[in-house]
């Protein structure tokens, strides 16, 4: 585009004859400027920006409608453990039974040995909480303390092979388990038929995975269309 929007507020993306034909934003000053280009590419979750940056009409109804019962979002406590040992050779565990806080836990060194340093294994354990919970600080230790008790029941040497931890609260995220009919094509495609130079990546859209990998994913796909795009 030729022009810095860094920190500025994105308004609107301007579609003129089926062709996307520029942004509007605002800057902290709250003046608003018309930004001409032919190509946008919206990571926000697509189902917020269809709704929000877009005249009436501009987007069928119909549309809208099916890609707003996507929206499925949680919030979530999560836990980066360093060890000293590796505990199991498996990328994924998933605790079975309501007596466990822990939902999932995830072997990142076994994903990725370059994250942890030679003779280190990185783990990450999380769980699902209400909104509120991400805010109460008591809460979110007394939930990171259950699921270290129910890591070490499941892994004897966790106790005593831990180096770290980092305790994390995400009050707003993509749904981590996603529902039958909110998965694969039946997801936001990459692109809206009939409009052209408009793209969409992220974990709302067509992908595979969860979370990162999955917004990963789709931006992996989406980018030949953008690029042949470019080239026309």
Known sequence: MGKSIH???LKKIIVENSKVTGILVKD???????????????????YHALNQLFDKNIIDEKFIQKINKLNKT????????ALKSKIDSR?????????????????????????????????IAGTPVSPEVTDDTNAIKSIVDKMKNEITSIYPKFESDLIWERPMAWKLVESVVKEPGKVWKSKM????????????????????????????H?????HPKIESYLKC
Do not use: M
């Open 74 to 81: 949680t919030s979530v406590i999560e836990v980066h453990f």
């Open 7 to 9: 920190n500025n507020l």
């Open 28 to 46: 902290i000053s709250g003046i608003e400027q018309h930004i001409s280009t032919n190509c946008v590419v919206i990571s926000y979750p697509a």
């Open 218 to 222: 789709s931006s992996i796909l989406c």
């Open 91 to 123: 990328q994924v565990v998933f605790p079975v039974g309501t007596e466990y806080t822990t939902k999932g836990i995830f072997f990142i060194s076994n994903i990725t040995p370059s994250v942890s340093p030679p003779g280190e294994h990185l783990i």
């Open 189 to 216: 495609p990459h692109q809206i038929s009939g409009i052209e130079g408009l793209f969409f990546v992220g974990d709302s859209t067509v992908s595979y995975g969860i979370g990162t990998d999955s917004a990963a």
